[in-house]
């Protein structure tokens, strides 16, 4: 048996390639989620460090579609890039910007959840363990906009806000 006959012999089944593709998906579809939230918060809302601190998590969406490819490609499974549609959702409020970024990360959650189902105890186990370490940053971020999301409940000024979100952001060594 040859190369190409081997690695066709471990190509991940049906459902384990349906959660791969849709996690593939769901990152680039966080990534795109928080760009536009970012915009949103910052040209209407007028809050500067709220919409760098959401778009950070749109660039880490993108690291972790990268660090999961690199787990793929470990077990030679190709990466797919699905299509990735607009948010046209209309953001109205802070509020409504909060409520799209948690329903996004939780999205995610649910997909890397699928991942490591399919995966567990399988010729792919290591794609279910890359799997639970995204799903732990993903956990953070989701408590970091939580924290954002009381905070902003507690209405305080706009400048107070967005100046406390700096300092939440502050403490985790990316300077963009």
Excluded: C
Excluded at 111 to 139: C, K, P
Excluded at 158 to 167: A, E, G, V, Y
């Amino acid at each position: 048996m040859g190369f190409r006959e081997a690695m066709a012999e471990r190509r991940p089944g049906e459902s384990l390639a349906k959660a791969i593709n849709d996690l593939n998906a769901a990152f680039l579809w966080q990534n795109r989620v928080f760009d536009t939230v970012k915009e949103t918060v910052w040209i209407d809302f007028g809050l500067a460090h709220t919409s760098d601190f959401l778009h950070k998590i749109a660039h880490e969406a993108l690291e972790r579609l990268d660090t999961f490819g690199d787990a793929l490609h470990e077990n030679f499974v190709r990466q797919s890039y699905p299509p990735t549609p607009s948010l046209d959702e209309e953001i109205g409020s802070v509020d409504h910007a909060f409520e799209i970024a948690v329903s996004t990360i939780d999205e995610v959650d649910t997909t890397l959840q699928r991942v490591i189902e399919a995966a567990s105890g399988s010729t792919y186990n290591a794609l279910a363990l890359a799997a639970e370490n995204l799903q732990q940053s993903n956990s953070a971020d989701r408590t970091a906009v939580l924290q954002a999301w009381k905070a902003w409940s507690e209405n305080v000024s706009t400048t107070s806000f967005d100046n406390w979100i700096l300092h939440l952001t502050e403490g985790d060594g990316n300077d963009e």
